[in-house]
Every structure is written in C-alpha cells, then in structure tokens.
C-alpha cells in the first residue's frame, strides 16, 4: 500500500518518462477507488463527499464541483442519455498545467472520469481535447484501450452493473471551444459559439441531455478525494486553503514550468523558491497570475496567498493559476497589445462588441506602441474596457481580455502617455 500523499496528482508523474501503464498504475494503488466504490456506495453519497471536500473548479472559475454535480437532475427525474464532458481544450495564453495531467498520467485522468460518471450515472464521456495536443490524445486513447481490456470501462464495469463509454475528441483549434456551450456546440458539429443560459448544461446541455463539464484537474482530483477522504483533501491546503493545486509560471525566470503546490501558497514562494527566481539581469514588474485573461498583479504583491478568494481582494483573479510573468525589460505596452492580438483573432464573432471591439483595441494599441498614438487613445480605451466588460458581450472572452487592458491602463498609465508624448516606444 502506498504511502498517503501530500501531493496526490504528480505522483506518478517522472519528468520526461513514458506515463504509467495500467498494470503499473494499478501497482501504485491505482483505480482502488473504483473497486471499493462500483456498486458498493451510492452514487449521491459519493457526490455528498465531493461536495464536503469544497474541491473547487480548476478550469479558472472555481466553482464548487460537488454543487455543479447537485444542479444535475436525477436519473428519475431525467431518464435517457446523461454525460460527463472533460474540457481539455486548454488554449489560455500562458496555460499548460492540464498538459502535464494528460501526458503524465492518463489512468488517473480515465479514474477520476469512472468515478465522476458513476457519481452522476452518466453513461458516455467525452475527453474534448485541444487538437495540437497530439501526444495527450495518444496517450489517452492507449489508456482508454487498456481500461477497456480489464474491464474497466464498458457495460457491467467489474461487475456492478454501471456501464460507461469513453472516448476522446480532438478540438478544431478555436479557443472558444474552452468555454463550455461553444465546446457543446463543436462536439455535436454545430458551429463553436456560446449558447444563451439559462437552461445550463447540467440541465440542457449535450444532445439536449443533462450534461457535466469539468475541467481536467478538477476531475484528477477525485479518486484521491474517493480514497482518502473529504478531510485529508481539505487539510492539503495552507493559508486557509483547501486542497493542492497544479500552478504555474512562464517568462524570463530561471525555472519556467508547472509546479504541485499546497492551494494558498503565496506567489513569491511559487516564483523565487520553486520557478528560481528571475533570470540574471532581469527583474520582475508584474504577473498575470492566471493566464492571459487575468489582471496584472504588482511586484509589491507577490506574498499574497495563490486562492481565488485573495486574488479578489488585489483586483485579479486566480484563473488557471498558471502565471505569465512581466520583466523590466519588457514593455507593458507591446505586451498588453500581444494579448489583445489573440483575443481579437480568436473572437468567434457572435456578438458585435467582441468582434468588432477586439480588433479596435488591438490596432489602438499598436499605433501607440509604434508611437503613431494620439491623447485622446487613452480615454477610448479606457471606455472599451467598460463596453466590452462583463455583461456586455455572450460570454467570458472579451471580458477577459479587458483584465490586462484596465489593469494595464490602471498601473502604466505613464508608460502610455510616455509612448504618446515622445513618439517612440521607451523599451526600443
């Protein structure tokens, strides 16, 4: 029996290894949690112990799991086809952590799905992979394949009488088929745009049936939960925090890359003792500390907890905990216009503000950049960020995006009138 872990969802994870086969996952204590769960604890008890265990959203929104499970009508309620949908459509600029899930380990991943499905008596999922992650979906369709072998998945699982099809998709390559009822729509072959909610997919979602999207780490998460308790999970944290967390940090520091870390580490520790600090030469200015679509985080805020609920309190957001880091010899404003370039190009054009606003704030941004920008640029820029903020546009993407603009125009607003008045940008 293998020891309890402190950081359950890399421990089968060797750095640039092939993954575990299922023989050996199942060596290292692996799917134990489906054997003694199948046809032995209730599906609703098993959604009440996700739910005591506060395991939250990973995907970037944090939203209670156990909750979202719970908003599912019943299988009396609702008879006829149900699903379990992984979102692995994993495109935010700067994002990689579900990465290292898929490839690292993909028996936990197909686990944490077995367990999910029987909890919510759905009978198919899906794994909706982001389509350049061509090796996760090897991985994934061999591990599904074994699963299949030992009984693992398929009707009348190891004898329970719970039957399940698993199957991965690979994306089309648009970043909008992250969020969720666009990712309904490409699955079903239907163009990749946002559906109106209300009705929400746990009620209406795949095919017109209810459905349950979670993000990858959200479900690596539960046959840990499953195995070793509601309690053990919540003491994993610290400052507060409940469970770990797959953070991690990209730009110029020494050891860039996806680090499992108690939930409510500070930022510094993530940065200086785990991604090594900044590179010679190089000094730290900001973060984005949760992908592209997060606000900026000041150098003089880094000891504050990585939880959703402290970000809030600085005006950013944890998102995907995976941060982008801004150095001194980068210019805010060229590195802002960057991200309002991918934003605009991977606006699916459903409503006009997103579509026709992006584009704007990214030409704006450039002219100031290559010191055509006018005076006036600031003010309309400033109010862009109000009409394309949320509750002006179908979904999260252009918001999003006007997290890093606001902010930006908020602490560098210097740096843009400096660009204005000379001309020139200061950093060329």
């Known amino acids: ?79 006829g086809p149900r699903y379990l949908l992984i979102n692995a459509d994993e495109m935010e600029p700067g994002t990689f952590k579900d990465r290292l899930l898929l490839e690292g380990d993909p028996h936990q991943m197909i686990e944490g799905i077995i367990l999910s499905a029987y909890a919510l008596q759905a009978d198919h999922a899906y794994i909706f992979v982001r389509g350049e992650y061509l090796t996760a979906i090897e991985r994934l369709n061999h591990a599904i394949a074994e699963a ?75 046959p840990h939960i499953v195995r070793y308790g509601a309690d053990w999970y919540r003491g994993l944290g610290v400052n507060g925090a409940l469970g770990t967390k797959i953070y991690g940090v990209s730009g110029r520091v020494r050891n860039p890359g996806t680090f499992e870390l108690p939930m409510g580490t500070p930022m510094r ?49 944890l998102g995907t905990g995976t941060a982008i880091v801004l150095d001194d010899k980068t210019c805010p404003v060229g590195f802002i216009a960057n991200l309002q370039q991918f934003f605009a190009r991977e606006s699916c054009g459903w409503c006009a503000p997103c579509r026709d606003g992006l584009p704007w704030v990214e030409r704006t941004l450039k002219s100031i950049e290559a010191g055509e920008g006018r005076a006036t640029d600031l003010d309309l820029l400033l109010e862009m960020t109000g009409n394309l903020g949320p509750g002006r546009t179908f979904c999260a993407l252009a918001p999003g995006a006007m997290a890093s603009l606001q902010s930006g125009l908020q602490y560098f607003g210097p740096v843009f009138e400096q660009h204005i008045a000379t001309k020139a940008c200061p950093w060329t």
């Open 269 to 317: 520790d993530m940065i200086e003792d785990h991604a090594g600090g900044m590179k010679d030469g190089y000094r730290l200015t900001a973060v984005l500390p949760g992908g592209a679509s997060t606000a900026f985080l000041m150098a003089e805020n880094l000891d504050v907890p990585m939880t959703f609920a402290d970000m809030a309190k600085h005006g950013t957001r």
């Open 148 to 222: 299949e072998a030992a009984g693992l998945i398929g009707e009348n699982i190891l004898g329970s009488g719970f039957d399940l099809s698993v199957q991965v998709h690979g994306g089309a390559g648009r970043y909008i088929c992250g969020e969720e009822t666009a990712l309904l729509n490409s699955l079903e072959g239907r163009r990749a745009i946002p559906r109106s909610k209300p009705p929400f997919p746990q009620v209406n979602g795949l095919w017109g049936c209810p459905t349950i999207v979670n993000n990858v780490e959200t479900i690596c998460n539960v």
């Open 1 to 79: 029996m293998s020891a309890i872990p402190r950081l359950p969802l890399t421990r089968n994870i060797r750095r640039g290894a092939a993954p575990f086969s299922r023989a050996e996952y199942e060596q290292a204590d692996g799917y134990l949690a489906v054997r003694d769960t199948l046809g032995k604890v209730e599906p609703a008890s098993l959604i009440a112990l996700i739910a005591a265990s506060g395991l939250g959203g990973c995907g970037g929104g944090g939203f209670p799991t156990g909750r979202k499970w719970q908003l599912m009508p019943g299988k009396d309620q609702r008879p």
